[in-house]
């Protein structure tokens, strides 16, 4: 007996031993999978990310795609718009919005039709997708009708779908992709190969259906929503495809008849439908070799039929045949002849327009036919874009056909592999001459990885709880009820779960997509995967704990729901709800019935504020009826608190704090209580004054606007990236001080539809030194304004006498920090009278320019005849309100004060005397040269060849990274390589590099040099970090450390240092501007998000054209600093070791930062 009780723990021991390796082979099995496709899809949107702009085609090739005519607008690939790997694309349709002209894509998947708006056809929107009827099927075709679309399928049962297409125009841009419910359904046959419409007769015609032997089955659709049956057609049998029409051809007794063109299979056979009880066979037509007789399209002129046979390139041709037929008698309709191709692909779908035939030609992708004379099948092949490079063979695989006939000319392809393609064509696919060559232009780039979505959500103040620091298995704090048997939820990261087609969990969380997630099923119950741990026997409840909201706000999360059947049992659901009463009442913010749903990360928005005051909590509901035959999945990520007014620190929501956060202290306070009479300064000395004013529309977020100075190479010198604006109907004011030149004013909106008047009454405007020079409202992506200024100087009035009033007592506290630099100029002329009296208080401002004339030829000759009878404790560390003339005075005070201030002033002088110097050099600096950069293709980055006091690469060269726009990238001298993700003007980019002399004088071998690197940090750029270096020898540069620079703000930055430039001709600096991490001795962080710039410039000898004044200057360091700036001082420039820094003398001697 305990032999045998043995036998059977060793038997059931080893069974579980194998269940458990099995386990394993295929947790490791799912790992692989899911790390492939991972990697996938992260190819995948980095290739999206890369067509964020038009790529021309250009000797052959449109980004890795070999082209003629035919420019690559956008790709979006099937990894967006599908989690399921085994999903392939098929049939494509479009629909154009009448009233407003915006434009949609009408894809075809295996599983569900989605829908892509392309209006801007550089920045497609995947705004959702309508679920298959039944199940999956590689075959799914749909064409539209009244603003409604119609859907068919191969897939048992399916019958037709009607969607109602104006549901797509008010989808919010963050809410996307959306799950949408057909409107209508049509039952009266099941399967369908395709549907055919008749916009003129309000028909649809299933053809291919398991009714009337495959022929036309026709449906009276002009009630949209209330389709009607209304006949059909079975006499010719099966009936692959047709076009129908109503009749305006050159057979005038058919005239105003409807008329069917039916490809079926092995002829063109032509039937009346215009009485559908007795629809009569007027024609049809075979031709020798015939193998699939599969789609074609009508002529312009109705004289001619062009079709496609799906299989003679497999059996007989050797190229792709397109076949001609004359239809001007439709009794008795010929066959003319066929065109060969330059390929051996199959063809598959074509359209006509104009005298051009769309033909998608499987593996050659999009072919664009010239009809030079249909008579005689008479074609040149003038255009083509193929999708699938890597061969043309007669395979099925690449392009299943397109969509030529919106209204501004672009064409898309759907690709059975690869995904949506949007093209386009400048000289109408080759038919106007030439091959497309034109500038790229930066477009705004939507494409957001979830890093970026989550670098964002806390760049906008948004408080999250994404779950990443919960521990793995357990709840992070929210409770769990309910009564269901299984699902329970849990925190961890889901893995994809596909059944019968249907995704019912996401591969990853939201966040960042290998994340954490509080989901309903870790799939590790009995047999794993769909089904395994999923909810079961009834109701999973999770619920939140409390949160304390602070200040009024607005909330957000994302989740998925997952359930493989449709009308199964009505005790199937999830819910998503909020209470505002610590659980006392529930509002729903998300519902989903009874119905199959592919499981995908979605946003649920709470309509209105949360108040200031709410104890906020949130509860997941989702349930498995009665029956434990369906698949239902959950889950909740991302949710997202942000104030509803100004944005807030950015943490983790904390459930029921024990106090509110504190606030941040009040800034200081600049203008002073008591300050001298003098008449207010111009708001911008020796500059000019712009104020932009926006009203924003509903759609804030959309609009952006750049101000540039045309004087200086198109200098942008204010903008504003989309994002920015984010209050409706807010008016926003804004001013700013920028150099004098002429300017001007571009406004974009992301959309496409200005900023008034459909969606909201925006409107801008702009004044230039008090003057409105721009202002509208109504235009669709740009709008450009007048120039406006010029590029001569600004002059701004002086005062014509000295300040009246002098300091009278000293300062009683010392001063927080030293003057920070040295004033270089000295009034002309003495004054003819002094001071009368002193005021009370001390200014609180100090001049914000110095003057803008040439150093005086004389100085006073004699020092003042009384000193101050009290000295200072210390340095004054505010300075005077009243400004310093821009131009010198003309007249001056001959004594100084008697006595110092009585309180101290809080802002250190921009400005302030060492000493009083008793003669001066009278020669004059040399004028100083700025040179602009073009790209030198050798050394791969831009490059100034002559030698100036200035070298910058404009703001054209850089202008971004590899990632979004930068014309050339990397723009280095060696292998170093820009980072690949980050978006457009909101994370690490690099847009302008300058180098110039200080001194004034030409770049030249000795002298000190100011690098100025204008770049683009994220979020409030703490994290972003500059490195400069410099190279002797541009082509073959060892690069040298300058220093580091932190990016001390947000969005655009100006970042400076200083060096001595070598004595060599042909030199270089580079900007290494990073994310996180630490400075490399390679010289190239190499970070995802980082971007490395070069400049080469040319240099004079060591001494040329040299400033003559007889003591140049010390040089102050520059600002913003930190302590890494002293480590950058060597032992030769001693006079720089200041501030924040400290000399130490010694064998080790150098500069170090203060301890």
């Not at 349709?93 to 998947?109: I, K, N, Q, V």
């Not at 066979?281 to 075979?286: I, N, P, S, Y």
């Not at 060559?437 to 999250?464: H, S, Y």
């Not at 009035?797 to 000293?810: A, D, E, G, L, V």
Request: hydrophobic letters at 25%.
């Amino acid at each position: 007996d305990k032999k045998d009780k043995k036998d059977k723990k060793d038997k059931k021991d080893k069974k579980d031993r194998n269940k458990k390796d099995k386990k394993d082979k295929k947790d490791k099995k799912d790992k692989k999978q899911n790390d492939g496709k991972k990697d996938k899809e992260s190819d995948d949107k980095l290739r999206r990310a890369q067509v964020a702009a038009s790529i021309p085609c250009i000797n052959g090739l449109a980004d890795n795609y070999p082209c003629e005519n035919v420019d690559l607008h956008s790709f979006i690939p099937l990894s967006e718009l599908t989690p399921n790997d085994s999903i392939n694309g098929n049939d494509i349709w479009g629909w154009t919005h009448g009233p407003s002209g915006r434009e949609f894509a009408l894809m075809g998947l295996t599983d569900s039709t989605v829908f892509v708006e392309i209006t801007d056809p550089t920045d497609p929107k995947y705004v959702g997708f309508l679920f298959s009827h039944t199940t999956c099927s590689s075959w799914r075709d749909v064409k539209t009708h009244a603003d409604h679309a119609f859907v068919v399928s191969e897939a048992s049962g399916h019958g037709m779908q009607v969607f109602d297409l104006t549901q797509l125009l008010d989808v919010e841009e963050d809410a996307m992709p959306v799950q949408f419910q057909e409107t209508a359904h049509y039952g009266e046959f099941g399967n369908a190969h395709n549907v055919v419409i008749n916009e003129d007769s309000g028909l649809a015609f299933g053809v291919g259906t398991n009714t009337f032997l495959g022929g036309l089955h026709i449906v009276d659709i002009s009630d949209p929503t209330n389709p009607v049956a209304a006949g059909g057609f079975s006499e010719d049998g099966y009936t692959h495809d047709a076009q129908c029409v109503k009749y305006d051809g050159p057979d005038s007794g058919y005239t105003g008849s409807d008329i069917c063109f039916n490809y079926n299979e092995d002829t063109l056979t032509i039937v009346d439908v215009t009485d559908r009880p007795n629809i009569i066979e007027l024609g049809k037509v075979g031709y020798s070799g015939s193998a699939y007789t599969h789609q074609g399209w009508l002529t312009d002129d109705g004289k001619h039929v062009i079709v496609n046979d799906e299989l003679d390139e497999r059996q007989t041709a050797p190229a792709t045949r397109t076949h001609v037929f004359n239809v001007e008698n439709l009794e008795n309709p010929t066959y003319i002849d066929y065109h060969e191709g330059t390929t051996n692909a199959i063809d598959h779908n074509l359209y006509i327009k104009g005298n051009l035939v769309f033909e998608a030609n499987y593996q050659a992708g999009l072919q664009v036919l010239r009809i030079d004379d249909a008579s005689t099948a008479s074609f040149t092949q003038v255009a083509n874009f193929d999708i699938y490079p890597s061969e043309t063979t007669n395979k099925f695989m690449g392009a299943w056909s397109n969509y030529p006939y919106f209204p501004s000319g672009n064409v898309v392809v759907s690709g059975i592999e690869q995904g949506l393609f949007v093209l386009g064509s400048s000289n109408n696919w080759g038919t106007a001459g030439g091959i497309r060559k034109r500038k790229l232009v930066p477009a705004d780039n939507d494409f957001e990885t979830g890093e970026q979505r989550r670098r964002r959500f806390l760049q906008e103040g948004c408080q999250v709880e994404d779950f990443e620091s919960a521990t793995a298995g357990g709840t992070a704090g929210w409770s769990t009820s309910g009564t269901c048997s299984s699902g329970t939820f849990v925190v961890g990261t889901p893995t994809q779960q596909i059944s019968q087609c249907v995704v019912t969990q996401p591969g990853g969380d939201h966040t960042t997509g290998s994340g954490q997630a509080l989901y309903s099923a870790p799939n590790t119950g009995p047999g794993g995967g769909p089904g395994g741990d999923d909810i079961d026997g009834g109701e999973c409840v999770t619920t939140s704990p409390a949160y304390s909201i602070a200040q009024d706000s607005l909330l957000s999360a994302w989740f998925f729901h997952g359930q493989r059947n449709a009308g199964d049992d009505v005790n199937d659901y999830f819910v998503l709800e909020a209470s505002l009463d610590n659980g006392a009442s529930w509002t729903s913010m998300a519902s989903i019935g009874d119905v199959a749903t592919r499981a995908t990360w979605t946003k649920a928005t709470y309509e209105g504020a949360v108040p200031a005051g709410t104890e906020l909590k949130l509860r997941v509901r989702s349930s498995d009826g009665n029956g434990d035959g369906d698949v239902v999945e959950a889950g909740i990520d991302d949710i997202v608190i942000c104030p509803a007014g100004p944005p807030g620190p950015s943490t983790s929501p904390t459930p029921n704090p024990t106090e509110p956060p504190s606030l941040p202290p009040p800034p200081p306070t600049k203008n002073p209580t008591v300050s001298p009479s003098l008449a207010p300064p111009p708001p911008c000395p020796g500059e000019a004054e712009i104020i932009v004013e926006i009203l924003t529309d509903n759609y804030p977020s959309e609009t952006s606007w750049t101000l540039t100075n045309t004087c200086d190479t198109d200098l942008i010198v204010e903008s504003k990236p989309r994002g920015t604006y984010t209050d409706r109907g807010k008016q926003y004011s804004e001013s700013f001080c920028v150099p004098s030149g002429e300017h001007r004013f571009e406004i974009r909106d992301s959309y496409g539809d200005g900023i008034c008047c459909d969606y909201g009454t925006g409107d801008y405007r702009v004044l230039y030194n008090g003057v409105v020079e721009a202002e509208g409202g109504e235009f669709a992506s740009l709008e450009t304004s007048s120039p406006f200024g010029s590029c001569g100087p600004v002059v701004t009035s002086s005062p014509t006498s000295s300040p009246t009033n002098f300091p009278t007592s000293s300062p009683t506290s010392k001063p927080t920090s030293a003057p920070s630099t040295t004033p270089t100029m000295f009034p002309t002329s003495a004054p003819t009278s002094t001071p009368s009296n002193s005021p009370s208080t001390s200014p609180t401002h100090a001049p914000t320019n110095a003057p803008t004339t040439s150093p005086p030829t004389d100085v006073p000759t004699s020092t003042p005849t009384t000193s101050p009878s009290t000295s200072p404790t210390g340095e004054p560390t505010d300075s005077p309100t009243a400004p310093v003339p821009t131009k010198n005075p003309t007249s001056s005070p001959t004594k100084f004060p008697t006595s110092q201030p009585t309180t101290s002033p809080t802002n250190s002088p921009t400005t302030s005397p060492t000493m009083s110097p008793t003669s001066q050099s009278t020669s004059l600096p040399p004028t100083p040269t700025l040179v602009v950069a073009t790209f030198d293709p050798s050394l791969g980055a831009p490059k100034c060849s002559t030698v100036g006091s200035s070298c910058t690469s404009g703001p054209q060269l850089l202008n971004g990274k590899v990632s979004n726009f930068e014309p050339n990238p990397p723009n280095s001298l060696d292998t170093c390589s820009d980072g690949s993700r980050g978006g457009y003007h909101s994370d690490e980019s690099i847009d302008e590099i300058k180098v110039s002399s200080v001194d004034g004088g030409p770049l030249r071998g000795g002298a000190m040099a100011e690098i100025e690197a204008k770049v683009w940090a994220w979020s409030n750029g703490s994290a972003d970090t500059a490195d400069f270096y410099y190279a002797a020898n541009a082509n073959a540069p060892v690069w040298e450390f300058i220093g580091s620079k932190g990016a001390g703000g947000p969005d655009l930055q100006t970042l400076k240092v200083q060096y001595s430039i070598p004595d060599s001709r042909l030199q270089a600096v580079r900007v290494n501007f990073r994310y996180l991490g630490s400075r490399k001795a390679s010289a190239c962080s190499g970070g995802t998000w980082d971007d490395v710039d070069d400049l080469v410039f040319s240099a004079a000898g060591a001494g040329a054209g040299a400033a003559s004044a007889a003591t140049p200057p010390s040089v102050p360091p520059l600002t913003p600093m930190d302590s890494s700036y002293c480590t950058t001082i060597d032992k030769f420039h001693k006079d720089r070791c200041v501030d924040i820094c400290r000399w130490k003398k010694g064998r080790k001697g150098g500069c170090y930062p203060k301890k």
